[in-house]
């Protein structure tokens, strides 16, 4: 078997007293969408901040691509994009100025950076949209939509998406999933948070299910669904909430 992609093992994260992430070890192949699901505050967000190299672990380690932070932090930096949890654009600027001004920091040319905006912002239906007006006069969707535009600049080879469809319509959130399939049948590789069940069963290879900062489970929706009975007849949802219970988290 090929050599995963994403490795990563025993990743520790602790906000004072308490352990966002404890101990989390998984593999990505590449050319796989891995689900990293889990209730609020499991620590899918602080894994991915770690795997960005946004923050540090406390302890652990990674490898991206064959190349380990701890001595070439430049290049797995250049092997990855993030659409974060949060949109992560200017509201005051053009989309394609927002993707122009993010590939001049991936450290594009001016050239090469127009180019991939454009292509971008057209692979996420918004090209006709790409200089007119400030994003801030954008619909939720569309905001989602450059968000996860920004990160593609770069040409990255494994994508982190942290909810990226939250909050959007239907019409917004099939141009997302088909742009991820289309990434995937590419030979991208990506790490894939959601808390919407059915879009992680469409989606997902596999799925970790993490609940307060351990990865409780791990296999193919399939698989985690033929744990609790006939996988035909079970949704994703009534799996997760048999693993993690039905207490709220905040
Ligand atoms: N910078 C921080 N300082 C203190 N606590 C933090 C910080 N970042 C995260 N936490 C805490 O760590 C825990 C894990 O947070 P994290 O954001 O990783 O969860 P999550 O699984 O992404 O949740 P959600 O589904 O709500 O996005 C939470 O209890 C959160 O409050
Ligand atoms: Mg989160």
Same mark, same amino acid.
């Given at each position: 078997?090929?050599?995963?992609?994403?490795?990563?093992?025993?990743?520790?994260?602790?906000?004072?007293?308490?352990?966002?992430?404890?101990?989390?070890?998984?593999?990505?192949?590449?050319?796989?969408?891995?689900?990293?699901?889990?209730?609020?505050?499991?620590?899918?967000?602080?894994?991915?901040?770690?795997?960005?190299?946004?923050?540090?672990?406390?302890?652990?380690?990674?490898?991206?691509?064959?190349?380990?932070?701890?001595?070439?932090?430049?290049?797995?930096?250049?092997?990855?994009?993030?659409?974060?949890?949060?949109?992560?654009?200017?509201?005051?600027?053009?989309?394609?100025?927002?993707?122009?001004?993010?590939?001049?920091?991936?450290?594009?040319?001016?050239?090469?950076?127009?180019?991939?905006?454009?292509?971008?912002?057209?692979? *996420?239906?918004?090209?006709?949209?790409?200089?007119?007006?400030?994003?801030?006069?954008?619909?939720?969707? *569309?905001?989602?939509?450059?968000?996860?535009?920004?990160?593609?600049?770069?040409?990255?080879?494994?994508?982190?998406?942290?909810?990226?469809?939250?909050?959007?319509?239907?019409?917004?959130?099939?141009?997302?999933?088909?742009?991820?399939?289309?990434?995937?049948?590419?030979?991208?590789?990506?790490?894939?948070?959601?808390?919407?069940?059915?879009?992680?069963?469409?989606?997902?290879?596999?799925?970790?299910?993490?609940?307060?900062?351990?990865?409780?489970?791990?296999?193919?929706?399939?698989?985690?669904?033929?744990?609790?009975?006939?996988?035909?007849?079970?949704?994703?949802?009534?799996?997760?909430?048999?693993?993690?219970?039905?207490?709220?988290?905040?």
């Amino acid at each position: 078997m090929a050599e995963p992609f994403l490795i990563t093992k025993e990743l520790q994260k602790s906000f004072r007293d308490l352990k966002a992430v404890n101990g989390v070890s998984f593999s990505v192949e590449k050319g796989e969408i891995f689900g990293l699901l889990g209730p609020n505050g499991a620590g899918k967000t602080t894994t991915i901040r770690i795997l960005s190299t946004i923050i540090q672990p406390d302890a652990g380690e990674f490898a991206i691509g064959g190349y380990s932070t701890k001595t070439n932090p430049d290049k797995v930096r250049s092997l990855i994009g993030i659409c974060p949890q949060e949109l992560a654009l200017y509201a005051d600027m053009s989309a394609f100025d927002n993707l122009v001004f993010f590939g001049r920091m991936a450290n594009l040319s001016s050239e090469e950076a127009r180019q991939q905006a454009m292509a971008n912002l057209e692979l *996420m239906g918004l090209a006709d949209r790409a200089k007119k007006g400030r994003v801030e006069k954008f619909s939720g969707g *569309m905001m989602r939509r450059v968000n996860l535009a920004i990160a593609l600049m770069g040409h990255p080879q494994l994508l982190f998406l942290d909810e990226p469809t939250v909050g959007i319509d239907p019409q917004s959130r099939n141009n997302i999933y088909e742009t991820i399939e289309n990434l995937r049948d590419n030979g991208m590789t990506i790490l894939y948070t959601t808390h919407y069940m059915e879009e992680a069963d469409r989606l997902c290879k596999r799925i970790a299910i993490m609940d307060g900062g351990k990865i409780i489970a791990l296999d193919t929706p399939y698989a985690l669904k033929s744990q609790i009975g006939d996988p035909e007849h079970i949704s994703l949802e009534e799996v997760f909430l048999k693993l993690t219970g039905r207490s709220l988290r905040d």
